[in-house]
């Protein structure tokens, strides 16, 4: 969304309207505009034009009865406009011109109440092919990290760069440029805005399940700030993975994501209090716990067993889930099948956090000794280094085996290491019960 920095009070009913037409159909506008172009960057930056030209316009004359036919058919004017700026001889703009009619394009009052839906550029039958290109386009390997996730962000999400920035604690300028460079980097790579075939589309799934996990993931535990859940960028998370999950329905790790996010979810009523401090899961009171969600969570698990295909790192870190969302206590969770899935996990995706977490698991279901010895080893890799997570969980386990002093020690460390100012109070506080 366009800022709109001292706009008139009048013009809050049409922002409140295009911020909900955006934030629904930004996907769905941007990939028509895309396939109708044949230039990503151009749909996207023509799609901000016709937003920044609604909120005059909608707010001088009312919103349309077609909200999304109204910016599609604007945004494709600007685009249209931008071609014939480049060479009254373009070919691609002649192509285009040639599908316009008199009176086809909006114009603001008359427009309201009209029914213009023949005019959308897109064909129903390829709306949904439209979403995925535009996932894979923004996910695409081309792409830094922080780049692909912040332009599916924008371009799918219907989020403004102020909501990126402020989701990730970082300058809205950091976000416009890394959108910028996202979308010149798409067009130096002449990366073409269509749907992967089917074999490269199986390689390339990851990179977009991979950049939802990251979404959803700082959503549920904030690597910085003052609040420990940021759930709307969670919820965005799992919105985006809903669509997904919809238009990719034989793909079981779509499903395993999806049930890993609702069943992670369903916990986060219990995971604050009232002042926003951080609930550990042994303190969390399981009434306040989403059984809605949990239901939904169970309910996609099994259909991404039901695939036959075995579960993949997403459907084994949901089955994870599912044993917290369905275990009446602490005490009473299956520890041991938990140990079990973790092991199964690192082998499918081994990483430092997969055997720090399978220590956590082994503590509760064998005893502390046991698990420290497991902490040691990672401590001696240094791969966990400067991370807050590995002298968290080593303080717990020395506490627990009555070594208090290099239990405070650790806990101190952790909490100077940790950059979320809810976790830090946590680890502060226990350190502070060993003194």
Known sequence: MPEAAGSPPGDASARRAIEAVWRIESARIVGA??????????????????????????????????????????????????????????????????????????????????????????DPDRVGDDVLALMFTACHPVLSPEARVALTLRVVGGLSSDEIARAFLVPTATVQARITRAKKTIAAARVPFELPSAQERSARLGGVLSVLYVIFTEGSTATAGDRLLRTDLAYEAVRLTRMLAALLPGEPEVHGLLALFELTGARFPARTGPDGEAVLLEDQDRRLWDRSAIRRGLAVLGRASAAGRGLGPYGLQASIAACHATAPTVQETDWEQIVLLYEALGRLAPSPVVELNRAVAVAMARGPRQALSMVD???????????????????????????????????????????????????????????
């Open 377 to 435: 080893e990672l401590v001696t890799t240094g791969r966990l280094s400067g991370s807050h997570l590995l002298p968290g969980v080593r303080g717990e386990l020395l506490a627990r085996l009555g070594r208090t002093s290099e239990a405070r020690a650790e806990l101190e460390l952790a909490a100077r290491l940790c950059r979320n100012d809810r976790e830090r109070s946590v680890l502060l506080r226990k350190a502070a019960a060993l003194s």
């Open 33 to 122: 505009l895309a396939r109708y172009t044949g230039d990503f960057a151009l749909a996207e930056d023509v799609a901000q034009e016709a937003l920044a030209e609604a909120l005059t316009s909608w707010a001088a004359q009312g919103v349309p009865t077609s909200p999304v036919g109204w910016l599609l058919a604007t945004a494709r004017r600007r685009a249209i406009d931008g071609f014939r700026r480049k060479s009254a001889l373009d070919e691609r703009y002649s192509a285009l011109a040639g599908q316009l009619t008199d009176g086809e394009f909006y114009s603001g009052a008359a427009d309201v109440g009209s029914d213009r839906s023949h005019d959308l550029p897109w």
